[in-house]
């Protein structure tokens, strides 16, 4: 199956300050989601970003398919933004590979 | 639409016990997922159905753990007989195709 691999694996931020996660994929993909797991452990989906760039408030994702990445862009981070970051692309019949995730600690 | 919804919310148990995990998933998907996750192992795929029937269940641990899907609109993860090595955080997703909506989970503890 597909490898996916996220980094950093951790960072740590002050509020206000801005970051870019990133996304790598061992093979080609017709789409990608990005989700966030907040403090309490839910998961909310983010972005679901096939090729191009998407924009919501101060989050934005661009996939570049062809060269197997996708990058989340968070801009004037705040406190809530704090969670885990997952990026999950499918790979065979509905089957979703996962990245290990990128733990966000922003202080304020 | 409620999004997917998880019963229950909390879990706690003895071991030995049955356990039985609901979910609905978001009407008109017909993808539903069961994933599982711990601090140790991370976020995994138990098994899942398109159109009510189990495709993959490669990821359910062993006998103990079952799944049905008797309709579009319900499913069940059972456990039998619970261990402590269960405990973690249940998931079910629902999917029109490719993108996944997840339920709140079930955090269940088994004692």
């Known amino acids: 199956g597909i490898q996916v691999e996220q980094s950093p694996p951790d960072l740590i931020l002050q509020e206000g300050a801005n970051s870019t996660l990133r996304c790598n994929f061992s093979?080609?993909?017709?789409?990608l989601q990005w989700f966030h797991q907040n403090p309490w452990g839910q998961l909310i989906n983010l972005f679901y970003?096939?090729?191009g760039t998407k924009q919501n408030g101060r989050l934005s994702a661009t996939t570049v398919a062809t060269e197997r990445y996708s990058l989340l862009y968070i801009s004037s981070s705040q406190t809530t933004d704090s969670g885990v970051y997952f990026c999950?692309?499918?790979?065979?019949?509905?089957?979703?590979?996962f990245g290990d995730g990128t733990t966000l600690t922003v202080k304020p | 639409d409620a999004g997917v919804i998880q019963s229950p919310r909390h879990e706690v148990t003895e071991m030995g016990q049955e356990v039985t995990l609901r979910c609905k998933p978001i009407?008109?998907?017909?993808?539903l997922f069961w994933y599982r996750q711990t601090m140790m192992r991370g976020l995994e795929l138990l098994i899942y159905?398109?159109?009510?029937?189990?495709?993959?269940d490669s990821g359910m641990p062993e006998d103990r753990f079952s799944a049905k899907m008797p309709n579009a609109s319900f499913s069940t993860l059972k456990i039998q007989p619970s261990e402590p090595r269960d405990s973690a955080v249940y998931f079910c997703?629902?999917?029109?195709?490719?993108?996944?909506?997840f339920g709140p989970g079930t955090r269940l503890t088994v004692l």
């Open positions: 009407s008109g998907h017909d993808y």
């Open positions: 970003i096939p090729s």
């Open positions: 159905f398109n159109n009510n029937v189990p495709i993959d």
């Open positions: 999950a692309v499918p790979f065979f019949a509905g089957k979703s590979t």
């Open positions: 997703a629902s999917s029109p195709r490719d993108e996944q909506f």
């Open positions: 093979d080609s993909v017709n789409n």
